[in-house]
């Protein structure tokens, strides 16, 4: 089984500061396609999980442009340009490759 | 739209059944899967299961797991069998887009708590 590790798992960010989140799996998540198997979600509270992107990098329907991921293989971030009150909550990695399973999640706070 | 529904309350030992009731778009050509989260916790994949009977199950429960679609009703059935307060959880089910690997529409969840 491919294993998920996010860091930090908690951070507190000011309104219209910058904030990062990185994920690690075990194995590659780079299919033969090209395209890189991960997906980030956002949870926010009291409801159920949001896609944001998926493939690594491509940004959901009705996504700001202030998400953004990258990465490629074991290592991908996702990036907030400006983190906005409405941002708050747990962001997850989840891989797609294999059957799909969700890094441990990162709470996001607004200071 | 998703809508979990069924008991909110098992006891040990006994099977947790649960229905997703699917509206606005045919069950037909989509996998469904099952996500739960116990409270406080993170997200665990249960497994899924395409139109036509198809399924994967994560292996840690996979021998009590079992899922299945009902395409008259445009619904999708979760039981798990032999259930421990470790299953208490909010059960999710959502439609997994296979082409591009990602979870596109979630239902709001259910509480199920296992207790005596």
């Known amino acids: 089984d491919i294993v998920m590790t996010q860091s930090p798992l908690s951070l507190s960010v000011s309104p219209g500061e910058p904030a990062s989140i990185s994920c690690r799996s075990s194995?590659?998540?780079?299919?033969?396609?090209?395209?890189?198997?991960l997906d980030w979600y956002l949870q926010k509270p009291g409801q159920p999980p949001q896609l944001l992107i998926y493939?690594?990098?491509d940004r959901a329907s009705g996504v700001p442009d202030r998400f953004s991921g990258s990465g490629s293989g074991t290592d991908f971030t996702l990036k907030i340009s400006r983190v906005e009150a409405e941002d708050v909550g747990v962001y997850y990695c989840?891989?797609?490759?294999?059957?799909?399973?969700f890094g441990q999640g990162t709470k996001l706070e607004i200071k | 739209q998703l809508q979990e529904s069924g008991p909110g309350l098992v006891k040990p030992s006994e099977t947790l059944s649960l229905i997703c009731t699917v509206s606005?778009?045919?069950?037909?050509?989509?996998?469904w899967s099952w996500i739960r989260q116990p409270p406080g916790k993170g997200l665990e994949w249960i497994g899924d299961?395409?139109?036509?009977?198809?399924?994967r199950y994560n292996s840690s429960l996979k021998s009590r797991v079992t899922m299945s679609v009902d395409t008259s009703k445009n619904q999708l059935s979760l039981n798990l069998n032999s259930v421990t307060a470790a299953d208490t959880a909010v059960y999710y089910c959502?439609?997994?887009?296979?082409?591009?690997?990602?979870?596109?529409?979630w239902g709001q969840g259910t509480l199920v708590t296992v207790s005596s």
């Open positions: 959502a439609r997994w887009y296979d082409s591009t690997g990602y979870f596109d529409y």
């Open positions: 606005g778009v045919s069950i037909s050509r989509y996998y």
């Open positions: 299961i395409y139109y036509y009977g198809g399924t």
């Open positions: 194995q590659s998540l780079l299919h033969s396609n090209g395209h890189n198997y």
């Open positions: 493939l690594g990098s």
């Open positions: 989840m891989q797609a490759l294999q059957t799909p399973r």
